[in-house]
């Protein structure tokens, strides 16, 4: 089973910096992704979508990458800034299941000025 | 813009009570979710609400939750008699569309003594 607890995957990048969050979802007939970010005490915020019949997705300082073939979907940030300290999290919803999203563990960024 | 609301931020009750978590979600959005989140975890779905009814539960949305849309803005997360284990943050999602976008509240932090 899936291991949960206290301890994010982290990431600590230099402000200017591109980063790269990745990951691995679980179903292979999930049809739609979701990135978002939430901030300390804060609701999850969206922040890129993308569908599986595309494997790249552009938004504005963001790009999200769909790889189907091995379950990967990875987050990259241009020119980081310290605003964009938070955790970000991957959601998927399967094909089956118009209604629900479900979420990755999560991946902790620390932007360093 | 507009956005889900959620009250109350912070609720505290007795094992055993009954809660009640509200939320207003975005006004011409057909589609409503619980999901909620343990300190330190990840975002987890509880429910989806559509066309006044339930369209996908988890199995943690046992016989103790239930939720309603009682007026034409709320949509409400009754607990019956909390348990300990329920002490989480609570989120309210809305969405246009089944797959697709789901816009989160900020949250209601439930604390159950």
């Known amino acids: 089973g899936e291991s949960v607890g206290l301890h994010l995957p982290t990431l600590s990048v230099q402000e200017g910096d591109n980063s790269i969050i990745n990951c691995a979802y679980s179903?292979?007939?999930?049809?739609?992704f979701i990135w978002y970010k939430q901030e300390s005490g804060k609701g999850p915020q969206f922040i890129i979508d993308i569908r599986s019949n595309m494997d790249k997705r552009q938004g504005q300082r963001v790009t999200v990458l769909l790889n189907k073939t091995v379950k990967h979907l990875s987050l990259q940030i241009a020119a980081t800034q310290p605003g964009d300290s938070a955790v970000y999290f991957c959601a998927e919803n399967f094909g089956g299941s118009n209604y629900k999203l479900t979420f990755g563990k999560g991946t902790l960024l620390t932007v360093n000025p | 813009e507009p956005e889900v609301t959620q009250t109350p931020s912070h609720q505290v009750t007795q094992m055993g009570q009954e809660v009640i978590l509200r939320c207003v979600p975005i006004s011409n959005h057909l589609y409503f979710y619980w999901y909620r989140q343990i300190l330190g975890q990840k975002v987890e779905f509880l429910v989806s609400?559509?066309?006044?009814?339930?369209?996908?539960k988890s199995e943690i949305f046992d016989d103790q939750f239930s939720v309603e849309r009682p007026d034409g803005s709320n949509f409400t997360l009754k607990i019956r008699s909390t348990k300990l284990e329920d002490s989480a943050m609570y989120f309210c999602a809305s969405g246009t569309s089944g797959m697709g976008e789901q816009f989160f509240g900020p949250g209601t932090r439930l604390t159950v003594l």
């Open positions: 609400f559509y066309n006044n009814e339930i369209s996908e």
């Open positions: 179903n292979s007939a999930s049809d739609y």
